[in-house]
């Protein structure tokens, strides 16, 4: 069994394989995952090393966290670290959906509605731990300027004071936000103090605008960066999506000019992708999201795949990576 790397989260005691693993798609809202094909992917990611796992009430509308827990349940309660999200509810739909669960989301970022999202994960989890709550999908990106000024007012007078308390009374240890985008972000960092941020597909080999403002704040305030969906939905890995969509011809473009410097020098795309943001110090973990178990074990030789210096400075004199990112040595 691989022995990962651990790094600390933020400024608290947690520590996290720098190899986590991501649960949106198990989730089974966007391809058909079942319960068992789920909890597959958890133990194949645990039989791995992996010990850092990230869930949400939101993916598979709750479905998620229920094979999560049923996975992690067995395994040494020391052993791992769980982060899930508030700032959702699920609601019994009507509807008549029942696929992949029978909920409704209601969007809720006050105290009360963060008190009650982590007590309703703790009942889908089964499980009497989360050590990072993170608020999941607050800023324009999901929400739009005029309403997310609504929900960032809630949670800045109303939902941050849950967290603080959660954390103080122990249940959890970490607090943080999870999104898409970093000018959320900026401004958290202007309303409380933050252990870490789960940042998906804007810090990553296609994309480094966070590196001037966001991760030097980071670094200075002690807040950890959690990198989600490191190969961009899968354009990093030779499918045909970036930022759930499918990509646009100038992200094709740019990902045709990363993959010439790779195959230059005898290096998979994927591997180069899923090691690059590792090398900055704010960031502490990356958690792709594999579909199945099968692709968690075909991915894990890219994870220790031996990468040329060479590939990285070919990268940055050919501007198809930022002049100053930290890159693996």
């Known amino acids: 069994m691989p022995v990962w790397e651990k790094r600390r989260v933020g400024r608290t005691k947690l520590e996290v394989t720098a190899l986590g693993l991501g649960t949106a798609t198990m989730g089974g809202t966007r391809i058909q995952v079942t319960r068992q ?56 739909t009507k509807e008549g959906r029942t696929h992949p669960m029978p909920f409704d989301v209601l969007y809720d970022y006050s105290y009360d509605g963060i008190m009650r999202s982590v007590e309703d994960s703790f009942q889908r989890l089964g499980l009497d731990r989360i050590d990072i709550a993170l608020v999941h999908d607050i800023g324009a990106y999901q929400h739009g300027d005029e309403l997310n000024a609504q929900h960032f007012k809630v949670l800045a007078e109303s939902g941050y004071k849950a967290l603080e308390e959660l954390k103080r009374t122990g249940t959890v240890s970490a607090i943080g936000i999870g999104v898409n985008e970093k000018e959320v972000l900026l401004d958290a960092l202007k309303i409380g103090d933050w252990d870490a941020f789960l940042l998906a597909g804007r810090y990553t080999l296609l994309e480094q605008s966070p590196l001037e403002d966001l991760l030097v704040q980071c670094v200075a305030r002690g807040t950890s960066i959690i990198v989600g969906g490191p190969l961009n939905s899968g354009i990093l890995a030779g499918r045909d999506t970036w930022n759930y969509a499918t990509a646009p011809a100038e992200v094709i ?21 899923l090691q690059f ?52 040595v």
């Open 253 to 273: 473009a740019r990902v045709k000019q990363l993959q010439a410097v790779c195959d230059a020098h005898d290096v998979p795309l994927p591997a180069a992708a």
């Open 37 to 92: 094909q789920g909890e597959d992917i958890v133990t194949a990611a645990w039989d791995a090393g992996v010990r850092f796992v990230d869930t949400a009430p939101f993916y598979g509308i709750g479905a998620a966290e229920h094979r999560v827990g049923d996975a992690l349940r067995d395994k040494p309660r020391q052993d791992w670290v769980l982060s899930t999200k508030v700032g959702r509810l699920l609601r019994p």
């Open 277 to 328: 943001p590792l090398a900055h110090p704010a960031v502490c973990a990356i958690i792709p999201g594999p579909r199945t178990a099968a692709e968690f074990n075909e991915n894990l030789p890219l994870f220790t795949r031996k990468i040329p210096a060479g590939l990285w400075s070919d990268l940055k004199a050919q501007g198809l990576l930022h002049p100053d990112a930290p890159v693996p």
